[in-house]
């Protein structure tokens, strides 16, 4: 199975700061990596399809890069409601596999 | 509007079997794949089963692989999992999810229902 690693596990930051998590795969999944964004209590929610890709309706702060193995997910000035779990997420090889997530906690 | 609405969640004894059903509207349900998805409390999100848009391609994680059986009625548009040999590491939110494409291994998911609770316990 495809080990899908994020770094950092939580994070603290303060409303308008720059965030960034990362996600390592095992092995290269081209661009078939997503994120997303599970606020507590909720249901998970796509920010970023296909590695780069904003879905519809998701704020602009929110962006995502990179390909193979490494990729980003950044949090361009953060906002109170961005409280939440992020997880990435790869179904380019079976079986689909789920990084462990990041908090990210506001300050 | 995608909606993904789930039921048949709820308490059940260790050994027992529970059928999880997913009602799907807003899309075209059978040009997607689908997928189950599990989160114990507390804790991150685990692949359970996906199923290709006409059945074709199944997939199964290997933590419930001969136990759990994903399917779907393409005229109902609705998703199932027939959750049978059910133990206490079975007790999870259990999400009904909608892929990007066709193939439960190929674009991954996009939208996600609410959730239904599956608790195993006697």
């Known amino acids: 199975d495809i080990q899908m690693t994020q770094s950092p596990s939580s994070l603290s930051a303060s409303v308008g700061d720059r965030v960034t998590i990362t996600c390592r795969a095992s092995?290269?999944?081209?661009?078939?990596l997503n994120w997303y964004q599970q606020k507590p209590g909720k249901a998970p929610k796509v920010l970023i399809y296909?590695?780069?890709s904003l879905q519809s309706g998701v704020p602009s702060r929110f962006s995502g890069s990179g390909s193979g193995t490494d990729f980003t997910l950044t949090i361009n000035s953060l906002q109170p409601e961005d409280l939440a779990t992020y997880y990435c997420h790869q179904s380019h090889i079976t079986p689909p596999t789920f990084g462990q997530g990041t908090k990210v906690e506001i300050k | 509007e995608v909606q993904l609405v789930e039921s048949g969640g709820g308490l059940v004894q260790p050994g027992r079997s529970l059928r999880l059903s997913c009602a799907a509207s807003g899309f075209t349900f059978d040009d997607y794949a689908m997928h189950w998805v599990r989160q114990a409390p507390g804790k991150g999100l685990e692949w359970v089963a996906g199923?290709?848009?006409?059945?074709?391609?199944?997939g199964y994680a290997d933590s419930v692989k001969g136990r759990f059986t994903i399917s779907r009625d393409n005229a109902k548009n609705s998703l199932y999992l027939q959750m049978n040999s059910l133990s206490a590491e079975d007790t999870a939110f259990y999400y009904c999810a909608k892929d990007l494409g066709l193939y439960y291994d190929s674009s991954g998911i996009d939208y996600w229902g609410q959730g239904t609770l599956v608790t195993v316990s006697s």
């Open positions: 296909a590695a780069s």
């Open positions: 199923i290709g848009w006409n059945s074709g391609n199944k």
């Open positions: 092995q290269s999944i081209s661009s078939f």
